[in-house]
C-alpha cells in the first residue's frame, strides 16, 4: 500500500481479554516501531524491529505486551489480560533502514471496559 | 538522547508566520534536530530535521542556533491545516543504531483564522 496501514482502526475489549493489533508498514521499509498514545499524552515508545537484528524491547510495560514480525513485513502486538490502563492509541511506523524520516499509521484506538 | 523544552502552546493568525522555539541545551555534536507533527486523531508525521546548517524543505524550515543550544522551527505562510501538536525531537543518528525517537509533549499550535 501507499502508507502503513493498522488494523482495526478501533477495538472495544473486556478487561482480562487478549487483544491482537496488526501494522502492514510501507514495502521495503525494513524498520518498524509501536508506540502508544495515552489520551492528552505524548508518544511512548514500545518496541523496535530493524531487519533480522533482536528486536528493542525497552519500552514494552510488562510481560502481558509482545510483539512480533514475520517475514520481516507485518507486525502484530498482542496484549494479554488487557487492563483499563493500557486503554490508549497505539501506533506503528515504519522507515528505510537507517533512515531518520519515519512513517507513521493512523493508529488502533484501544478502548478496555 | 538531550532533552528537550517546548512551549506547551502557541497561536499564530493564519497567513503570517509561525515561529516555533526548542530549548536543547545539553545536545551533543552528533546530535540531530528533528520535527514532527501530529494532527489530531492521526499519526505524527515527519517535517524537517538537521544537525547545525539551516534547512528548508517544502513543509518549514528549521534554524539552528549556532551554539546549537536551541533551534526554531519556522512555517512561512500557516494556514488553519496546519493546527497541530509539533515535537522538536534531538536524536543520535548512527547507522544502524537500534534508537527509538523519544516524543515529549510537544507545543500546541492553534492556526487562529
Known amino acids: 500500500g501507499a502508507g502503513v496501514s493498522q488494523s482495526p482502526s478501533n477495538k472495544v475489549t473486556e478487561k482480562g481479554k487478549d487483544v491482537e493489533l496488526r501494522c502492514d508498514p510501507i514495502?521495503?521499509?525494513?524498520?518498524l516501531y509501536w508506540y502508544r498514545q495515552s489520551l492528552g499524552q505524548g508518544l511512548e515508545f514500545l518496541i523496535y524491529?530493524?531487519?533480522?537484528?533482536?528486536?528493542?524491547k525497552s519500552g514494552l510495560p510488562s510481560d502481558r505486551f509482545s510483539a512480533e514480525r514475520t517475514g520481516g513485513s507485518v507486525s502484530t502486538l498482542t496484549i494479554q489480560r488487557t487492563q483499563q490502563e493500557d486503554s490508549a492509541v497505539y501506533l506503528c511506523?515504519?522507515?528505510?533502514?537507517?533512515?531518520?524520516?519515519?512513517?507513521f499509521g493512523s493508529g488502533t484506538q484501544l478502548s478496555v471496559l | 538522547d538531550a532533552k528537550t523544552t517546548q512551549p506547551p502552546s502557541m497561536d499564530c493568525a493564519e497567513g503570517r508566520a509561525a515561529n516555533l522555539p526548542c530549548n536543547h541545551s545539553?545536545?551533543?555534536?552528533?546530535?540531530?534536530v528533528y520535527w514532527y507533527r501530529q494532527i489530531h486523531s492521526q499519526g505524527p508525521q515527519y517535517i524537517i530535521h538537521?544537525?547545525?546548517n539551516n534547512e528548508t524543505n517544502e513543509m518549514a524550515s528549521l534554524i539552528i542556533t549556532e551554539d546549537r543550544k536551541s533551534s526554531t522551527l519556522i512555517l512561512p505562510h500557516a494556514t488553519l491545516r496546519d493546527t497541530a501538536v509539533y515535537y522538536c525531537?534531538?536524536?543520535?543518528?548512527?547507522?544502524?543504531?537500534?534508537?527509538?525517537?523519544?516524543f515529549g509533549s510537544g507545543t500546541q499550535l492553534t492556526v487562529l483564522p
Open positions: 538537521g544537525l547545525k
Open positions: 524491529f530493524q531487519g533480522n537484528s533482536a528486536p528493542d
Open positions: 525531537i534531538v536524536r543520535v543518528s548512527i547507522s544502524g543504531s537500534a534508537r527509538q525517537l523519544t
Open positions: 511506523a515504519s522507515s528505510f533502514p537507517r533512515h531518520e524520516k519515519l512513517f
Open positions: 514495502s521495503g521499509h525494513t524498520a
Open positions: 545539553t545536545i551533543s555534536g552528533n546530535e540531530y
